[in-house]
């Protein structure tokens, strides 16, 4: 069989057809992948629902709009704080109010539907069916043309406006119910109404005439040639929040950008969020932005700068006029793994015992469960963690035997020789599919980051004891591929989209593919995602691109913050009272609702347990609040109990108490240790020998400590009852590295080595 070799993906798709052929295979280093799935496997989804030149770009998936792509029928875009639903009538926008939704498993949900809607539509021509025409890193264009009439919407993440621009005619204004006209001062280019007690304001271009046909019907007679309006939900009916919208609301979104930068030697991000308007009219005053709550929480550079803010899924969201803010987010660190636990360990003989019986079982640990990319790609950083562990212990034979293990299994599936597992380039949909499918990865395009999270971590692991082996030409090609799907920096490019799943407005991921559904798109598991960003961190700093590095460190960092607000509610300003009469974090998060539940079952253990693994060195993170791991843990008892009232019963009982143990270490180590169960139940991303390090090394080390950083990318700090810090660097440079901690500790690490330093007392 001839293999095309090729070292750019963007060189391979630009070669002829009499070049190339989708039936040969292509070489990424020593790995392979696909032009086409093999006999059998389905393809992923097309995605035509887009104008031409977004067809030559490969499709923004797993993202808030993604559903308008794949669907005839055009499922609702939750922007926040409107919501959008393009249909055959027209565009319709709404804001969203609370609902509280009961569940049969007796908490409650919160709901924001799209209810009551105003709907937007031309009068002198049918809208055609919406298609995705542009995609900005916040805001997007919907085209309904038909024909050579041109219908044209412009929304974005948290503005209040949808800006439209027809080729001809008048607009059409429909109501959901009879509404009351409200004082719009002396402008008469607003319509303000009162549409079933909320708040909406259209505005129209100079010469514009409202006129309304009945009760629930306006038009809008448009000059010739100024074929354009605003519509927005307004916060409130106040006489200086009208004018305030009106200033704003000829200055259409034309482009939306965020960039990073990671200051390393303060070990924070700044995030720059940037929108470019168009004056449609008069000065161009630029645009309305509403600040979610991870933006303006603690920010010191928008305080005093702030108007007025809707209520919405996400907390208070709030409007700054402006086309430009920043945010600041300190990056908490992490190293590859914890160093061996000391020779006076109490319990090191039963740490001793347990690798070697996790070392007999690593085969089988490997994949106990599924057969696809999600499942192998758990297994496989099961047992790089555990090699770690072996690794500081002392064992150097079983760490190889580890390595050796996880590298022939990496390389049987990216070779390609084998005729059930393999990866494919799809270059209609611009992405690596992985065959066997598992949770609808490639039907839907599902769950990428969690999936690829895994290998990309474990690969790192690998190429901290073998570079060579990872390197580009060898099987880090494939690797390379992979971090491509999920982390692309390019934007508009025809390989992959720029940064698949990650919605930097939002400052979490989305996790699927199409979207589809009446809730819009969502994530359930936070802190895969966060595995997936640590892996980037991770491998950047091994291969020395720091662009990938920061990266990761950006999307690591914004990831936590977003959950820390939208998952866990830290804070105290997101989760409705009616949740938490019942709840303490959201297990699954949408663009219409949030909910204590999974996809998979509704016992308690697992919904809790879904955004905490896998729990690594990474995963300090959700230690940051130890009252919270207490109250959060501390809930589950009453969880356990109303699961049970309802008949039902966890099997096993105690599963996933591991995850639970660890959990409670990063706020209570002793307490955890004292509790950890040896022979209970393991997690299939786990090993008992994994979880035993880590709580010795806990009580050893203390908790982790935010409060101290470094000027490196790579390092923890913990902080013991006794106040006594345990500081850990890790060099993964050829060269000797001093690091500088926050609190005046300095360390000078080793090549390739990680550094430790432990007080005697504060």
Not at 595 to 601: P, Q
Not at 609 to 618: E, K, R
């Amino acid at each position: 069989m001839k293999l095309i070799h090729g070292s750019c993906l963007a060189a391979l798709l630009g070669l002829g057809s009499a070049s190339v052929t989708l039936a040969q295979p292509v070489k990424a280093g020593a790995g392979t992948y696909f032009l086409q799935p093999k006999a059998g496997d389905k393809p992923p989804p097309a995605a035509p629902r887009r104008t031409d030149a977004l067809l030559k770009q490969a499709a923004p998936t797993n993202q808030w709009y993604s559903s308008l792509m794949f669907s005839d029928q055009p499922e609702v875009i939750y922007a926040q704080p409107l919501t959008i639903l393009a249909t055959a009538s027209g565009l319709e926008m709404a804001l969203a109010r609370k609902e509280v939704v009961p569940t049969e498993r007796r908490d409650v949900e919160i709901h924001y539907p799209h209810r009551d809607p105003l709907r937007i539509s031309p009068v002198a021509f049918e809208p055609g069916p919406a298609r995705l025409a542009k995609a900005t890193d916040w805001a997007i264009d919907i085209d309904q043309s038909r024909g050579s009439d041109q219908m044209l919407v412009t929304v974005a993440h948290g503005s209040p406006y949808a800006s439209f621009r027809i080729s001809r005619g008048d607009v059409r204004v429909q109501l959901p119910a009879a509404a009351q006209r409200l004082e719009s001062g002396s402008d008469p280019r607003v319509l303000a109404l009162r549409v079933k007690d909320q708040p909406y304001a259209l505005f129209g271009p100079t010469g514009v005439r409202w006129e309304q046909v009945s009760p629930t019907e306006w038009i809008g007679h448009l000059p010739e040639g100024k074929g354009y309006l605003a519509a927005a939900a307004l916060p409130d009916e106040q006489a200086q929040t009208l004018q305030l919208f009106t200033r704003h609301a000829y200055a259409f979104v034309e482009d939306t950008r965020v960039t990073w930068h990671f200051e390393v030697a303060t070990s924070q991000v700044e995030t720059t969020f940037q929108a470019t308007t168009r004056s449609m009219e008069g000065p161009d005053h630029g645009p309305l932005l509403g600040l979610y709550p991870h933006h303006w929480f603690r920010n010191g550079t928008v305080e005093g700068r702030l108007g007025p803010a809707f209520e919405t899924l996400r907390g208070q969201i709030r409007l700054l006029p402006a086309t430009e803010f920043k945010t600041r987010t300190t990056y908490g660190g992490f190293v590859p793994y914890w160093p061996a636990v000391a020779a006076d360990t109490p319990r090191l003989a039963d740490l001793r015992d347990l690798m070697k019986t996790d070392q007999r079982n690593a085969r089988r640990m490997m994949l106990e469960i599924g057969n696809g990319a999600y499942w192998q790609g758990k297994g496989l950083q099961r047992i790089t963690q555990l090699m770690s562990v072996v690794e500081q212990q002392g064992d150097l034979a079983g760490r190889d035997q580890l390595l050796k293990l996880t590298q022939k299994r990496i390389e049987s599936w990216f070779s390609g020789d084998s005729q059930k597992t393999y990866f494919h380039y799809d270059s209609g949909l611009g992405t690596v599919v992985a065959y066997p499918e598992e949770y609808f990865a490639v039907q839907q395009m599902n769950d990428h980051h969690f999936h690829y999270g895994y290998w990309i971590r474990a690969m790192a692991d690998i190429a901290l004891r073998d570079p060579a082996w990872a390197a580009k030409a060898q099987w880090g090609g494939m690797t390379e591929m992979l971090i491509a799907d999920i982390a692309t920096m390019q934007r508009g490019g025809k390989d992959f989209p720029f940064l698949r799943n990650f919605d930097p407005y939002e400052g979490h991921s989305w996790a699927s593919g199409i979207g589809l559904g009446p809730h819009g798109n969502n994530q359930e598991s936070s802190s895969e995602a966060v595995n997936a960003w640590a892996g980037l961190i991770l491998w950047g700093e091994i291969t020395g691109n720091h662009a990938l590095r920061d990266l990761g460190v950006y999307l690591y960092s914004s990831e936590i913050e977003a959950l820390n607000h939208y998952w866990f509610d830290l804070h105290g300003l997101v989760l409705a009272p009616e949740y938490l009469a019942k709840n303490v974090e959201v297990s699954m998060l949408f663009g219409g609702k949030y909910a204590h539940n999974t996809w998979w079952t509704d016992e308690p253990r697992q919904i809790k347990g879904i955004n905490l693994l896998p729990l690594t060195s990474a995963s300090g993170y959700l230690g940051r609040d130890p009252q919270y791991v207490k109250r959060n843990l501390g809930a589950l008892p009453a969880e356990m109990a109303l699961h049970a009232a309802r008949g039902k019963r966890a099997d096993p009982p105690d599963i996933w108490q591991d995850l639970f143990t660890k959990y409670l270490a990063l706020a209570d180590p002793q307490a955890a240790l004292a509790g950890w169960d040896r022979w209970g139940s393991v997690e299939f991303g786990d090993t008992r020998s994994h979880t035993l390090h880590w709580l010795l090394s806990l009580n050893e080390m203390g908790t982790p400590d935010p409060t101290v950083t470094a000027d490196t990318a790579l390092y923890s700090v913990f902080r013991r009852p006794d106040g006594a810090r345990t500081y850990l660097a890790y060099n993964a440079t050829p060269s000797p590295l001093t690091v500088r901690f926050s609190s005046g500790r300095t360390l000078t690490v080793a090549p390739n080595s990680l550094s430790t330093h432990k007080e005697t007392q504060p």
